[in-house]
């Protein structure tokens, strides 16, 4: 595709030549003029057809404002909905309707994730709906009794933010994957982003003050009692295991990230609501002096340490992290 747009690039430029050199004096400039924006106009046609969008991206900011315009009284979250600056889209039907918490915790390897919920629940009856923080040592027992048995689970969500310096447009959306290991992810698919820790400091304009480096591990929704509404189960919730900000690299102008780990040496996760993530992120390994050999796309979370925060990969996260 790239060939054929400089390929007609190059033909437009000689044809415009041409029809400028070769008119004589029975063809005024105007009709040369008039040559020349018919090869203009051609160009631009076949250039536009190659490269241009074949669809409008989605806005699900628009989406959130129609539903909650024509939406009625409902104790289940939206699926399309915006918190602060970031608006979320989940898939209508989740990947798992009814899946156990024992069942998630060997699909998706997280040991820890019933005492996580315990954890939150506690912290969220104390705290309401606010900002909730990174804990501290783990409160709840493996063992305690939760005030459900099931879990709707997705594999994504796609979230979109307003671009840095025109609030009022609206920027591309990203994925970001929360998919266990399988016989093709061997260690699962999972992506960084941006989760808000803070209620004091808003993304993007308090940039990454107030906010963690994540890997989400796990997309979820707790099913709630038949019959009663409680307020914990307006919320989607996800599982993450946090990132430390090691320095910023002087050469590159890059946030340094090592996993952060609890005394027993496992990672430091635990369960937030998914609304308060702020932001896509991109994490990349660190390789140092020489790399490992055996990386790869599928397994170079897993196998590294040391990782940089790719801020390069988007304008819009560019300007947020740059002050």
Known sequence: MFNTAVCLHRTAEVGSSSSAIEHDGDQSDGEVDHAVDNVDEAEAAVLNDLW??????????????KLLVSMTLSSSPLHTFVHGSTAFHLNFHPAFHHL???????????????????????????????????GGARQSAQDIPLPFEYLQIWYKVHIQQRVYHDR???????TIHAQPPNGHWKYGRY???????????????????????VEVCLIMHPHPPKGINVLWANHFLVYVWQFNVV???PSAHLHVLKWAVRASGSYFGDVFPLDQISSFAHVVPRFGETANKRLTYMNSFHASQSFYLNRCFDKDFFYTTNH
């Open 52 to 65: 241009a969008p074949k669809q409008s991206p989605c806005d699900f900011f628009e989406i959130t404002a």
């Open 100 to 134: 156990s918490v024992d069942a998630a915790v060997e699909k998706f390897a997280i040991p820890d994730l019933h005492s996580m919920l315990g954890d939150y629940l506690a912290l969220y009856n104390h705290l309401g709906q606010r900002i909730r923080p990174f």
């Open 168 to 174: 009022a447009s609206t920027a591309l959306a990203y």
């Open 191 to 213: 992506n960084a982003a941006i989760l808000q820790v803070d209620e004091g400091h808003d993304w993007p304009d308090s940039s990454l003050t107030g906010h963690a480096v």
């Open 247 to 249: 320095n910023i690299e």
